[in-house]
C-alpha cells in the first residue's frame, strides 16, 4: 500500500524556550529546530511497514518555511520514497493544514495518512482528526500498536483510561503515540543517500484550497511561576512540614 | 448572547468528572444557558449530568451506535445538534475522549478550535498553553463563528452537585458512519484507588523506582494516604506501569491538592503536567535534578529509605 506521512518542523524538544519582552511570541532566533517527535514516530512506522513489505511506497510531506527542506531529508533518510514540500512563510494553524493534507490525500490517493498525535510548539493535537473529518474517512488517534490486515487496521490506542482497540476500514487517518515504536539513528549513509531523492515544492495557492479563518494569537507570556520552594534536610521536617500545610 | 454547548464524556455509561470541569469553565462565560449533550447507549449519565449545577438542560441522544466514543460515530451527532439550537460555543474535556472528537466536530464545522482553555478572558477570548505550558498564549476567535473548543481540566474545579436540569430526549438527523467500530478496552482492571485525574492527593513514581516489582512501595504509600498513583513517562516506557499513569504533556495534566514525586528528575515534559498543583514535594538521589527548581519542598535522599520512614512517621 502507498502510505503518506505529515511530518513538522518544530522547536527541538530539549530547548527551553524564552518567550519574548514584549510579549509578541517566542524567541525562535538560533535555537535547534528538529521534527516534532511524535511525528518521527509516525515515519517510524511507515518505514517499518516498508521493510516488513506492507507498504510498497512512502511519501513524506511538510507545510512549512523552506527551512523545513531539513525535516523532508530526514524523513528521507528514515526511508521514506520521495517528500512534497508545501512551502509557506506564513503560520498555519490546524484546519488550513487539514485542508492541505486532505487534498493532497486526494491526489495521491494513499491507503493510510500517518501523522504524529500532536506537535510539540503547539500542542493543539487536532490536524489528524481533522483531516480525517475533512474526507470524511476513519481516524484512530494515540496508536500504541497497528495491525494490518487486508483492507482494515486494527489499532490499540492509549487513552485515560488505559488501552482501547478499534478497527478501522482503509484509508484512515492513524495518529501516533509515544509506545508505538522507538524512531531510528539516522545514518550517514542514508543521510547521503537522502540527499538525492525527490522534492516536490509547491505553495498553497498551487493547492487552491481556501485557508481557515485564523485564530488571533493577541499575547504570548511566561507561564505564573511557581514560589521558590526549600530543602529539607530528613523525613521528620519534611512530615511536619506537610503537617503545618494540612497535607497529611 | 453565549449559548453553549458540553459534550459530556460518558465511559461505560458513566459520566466523567470532567463534565463537571467544563460546565466551570462555560459558567466564566457568563453564558445565557449551559445545555450538556449526552450520547450514550443507556445507563443514567444523562440523570447525573442533569444533577451539575449551573447546567440549564441535559439533550439525551439514546442508541445503540453510541455504547462506546467513537469520534467518527459522535462527531455527526454534535455537529447536528450544535446546529439544531444554534449554539454559540461547543466544549469538550481535554480528556483522550474530547482530545480525539473535538477537532473532528470542529472540522465538520469548518471552524477552527482551541486546544486546552486554561482561562477565559471574554466570550471569545481564551488563554491556552503552548510548548508544553512554557508559555501561556491569548487567543481571539473571530466573533461570528460557532467556537469549538476544548477545556483543560486542570484549571477549572468541577461544578458541584445541586441542579436539576431537565433531561431532554433528543432526536438527531445524523448519519453514521461504519468504517470504525470499537473491538475492545483494557482498562486494567479495577482499582479502589482514587482517580489521578481528579484526586486531591497523587504520589509518583519516576526511572529511579526501578522496576514493576519495586513499584508496590509507590502504591503502598498511596494507599496509605489515600491518593492516587501517577507516573513518569520514563516509568511508563519502562513498562513499570501502564500508559494511563502518565503524567505530562502528553500524559495527564492534573492539579492535586499535594503532587508528591520519587525518583522523577523533571523533564519540562513531565512539570508541565503539574504545574497547577497545590503543593509539589519531590524526592530524588539526585540534587542536581531539575524537579526540585519547582518543588515546594524537596529532600534528597534515597526513596527505598525515605518512604518507609514517611510511612512510619506518618502512622
Not at chain 2, 146 to 160: E, K, N, P, Q, T
Not at chain 2, 182 to 209: H, N
Not at chain 2, 266 to 271: M, P
Request: aromatic share 4%.
Amino acid at each position: 500500500m502507498k502510505v503518506m506521512v505529515s511530518v513538522k518542523r518544530v522547536v527541538d524538544y530539549n530547548v527551553r524556550i524564552q518567550v519574548k519582552g514584549d510579549g509578541s511570541g517566542v524567541n525562535l532566533d538560533g535555537v535547534k529546530m528538529s521534527m516534532n517527535p511524535f511525528d518521527e514516530i509516525a515515519m517510524e512506522q511507515a518505514v517499518q511497514m516498508k521493510d516488513a513489505g506492507t507498504a510498497e511506497e512512502v511519501i513524506a510531506v511538510t507545510i512549512g518555511p523552506a527551512k523545513a527542506e531539513e525535516q523532508l531529508r530526514s524523513a528521507l533518510a528514515f526511508g521514506a520514497d520521495r517528500a512534497i514540500h508545501v512551502k509557506t512563510d506564513e503560520e498555519i494553524q490546524p484546519l488550513t493544514a487539514a485542508r492541505i493534507l486532505a487534498k493532497l490525500f486526494e491526489k495521491e490517493q494513499p491507503k493510510v495518512l500517518l501523522t504524529g498525535k500532536q506537535a510539540i510548539d503547539d500542542d493543539a493535537n487536532q490536524t489528524g482528526q481533522m483531516t480525517a473529518a475533512l474526507l470524511d474517512l476513519p481516524q484512530a488517534t494515540f496508536a500504541s500498536a497497528i495491525e494490518f490486515d487486508g483492507d482494515k487496521a486494527k489499532v490499540t490506542r492509549e487513552v485515560d483510561s488505559g488501552l482501547e482497540t478499534i478497527e478501522v476500514d482503509l484509508p484512515a487517518v492513524i495518529t501516533t503515540d509515544l509506545r508505538l515504536n522507538e524512531p531510528r539513528y539516522l545514518k550517514l549513509p542514508d543521510i547521503m543517500k537522502a540527499k538525492k531523492k525527490p522534492i516536490d515544492a509547491m505553495s498553497v495557492e498551487d493547492l487552491g484550497i481556501e485557508e481557515a479563518v485564523k485564530l488571533n494569537v493577541t499575547k504570548t507570556a511566561p507561564p505564573p511561576e511557581r514560589e521558590p520552594g526549600v530543602m529539607v534536610e530528613d523525613v521528620n521536617e519534611l512530615v511536619s512540614k506537610m503537617k503545618d500545610k494540612g497535607l497529611v | 448572547m453565549s449559548k453553549v454547548l458540553i459534550v459530556a464524556d460518558v465511559f461505560e455509561g458513566e459520566l466523567q468528572g470532567s463534565t463537571a470541569r467544563a460546565v466551570t469553565c462555560a459558567q466564566d462565560l457568563s453564558p445565557d444557558s449551559v445545555d450538556v449533550l449526552v450520547l450514550s447507549a443507556s445507563g443514567s449519565a444523562a440523570e447525573a449530568a442533569a444533577k451539575i449545577e449551573g447546567v440549564t438542560k441535559v439533550l439525551s441522544v439514546e442508541r445503540a451506535e453510541n455504547e462506546h466514543p467513537l469520534a467518527a460515530t459522535f462527531a455527526p451527532q454534535v455537529v447536528a445538534a450544535a446546529k439544531q439550537n444554534d449554539y454559540t460555543h461547543v466544549l469538550g474535556p481535554n480528556t483522550t475522549f474530547g482530545k480525539d472528537l473535538m477537532p473532528r466536530v470542529a472540522a465538520l464545522l469548518g471552524v477552527g478550535m482551541i486546544t486546552d482553555i486554561m482561562a477565559v478572558n471574554g466570550p471569545h477570548e481564551f488563554e491556552r498553553p503552548i510548548y508544553a505550558g512554557n508559555a501561556v498564549v491569548t487567543v481571539e476567535a473571530p466573533g461570528d463563528q460557532v467556537l469549538v473548543a476544548s477545556v483543560r481540566c486542570a484549571s477549572f474545579d468541577a461544578a458541584a452537585d445541586g441542579g436539576s436540569a431537565e433531561v431532554e430526549a433528543l432526536s438527531l438527523d445524523a448519519e453514521l458512519p461504519s468504517h470504525t467500530r470499537f473491538v475492545s478496552a483494557d482498562t486494567g482492571g479495577s482499582s479502589d484507588r482514587p482517580d489521578l485525574a481528579s484526586a486531591g492527593k497523587v504520589i509518583s513514581g519516576g526511572r529511579g523506582v526501578g522496576s514493576k516489582e519495586n513499584f508496590d512501595i509507590i502504591f503502598s504509600l498511596a494507599d496509605k494516604m489515600g491518593a492516587a498513583v501517577g507516573a513518569s513517562r520514563a516509568a511508563v516506557d519502562s513498562g513499570f506501569v501502564p500508559n494511563d499513569m502518565q503524567v505530562g504533556q502528553t500524559g495527564k495534566i492534573i492539579a492535586p491538592e499535594l503532587y508528591m514525586c520519587f525518583g522523577i528528575s523533571g523533564a519540562i515534559q513531565h512539570l508541565a503536567g503539574i504545574k497547577d498543583a497545590g503543593t509539589i514535594i519531590a524526592i530524588n538521589k539526585d540534587e542536581e535534578a531539575p524537579i526540585f527548581e519547582v518543588a515546594d519542598y524537596g529532600l534528597v535522599g534515597d526513596l527505598f529509605k525515605v518512604i518507609p520512614e514517611l510511612e512510619e512517621a506518618l502512622g
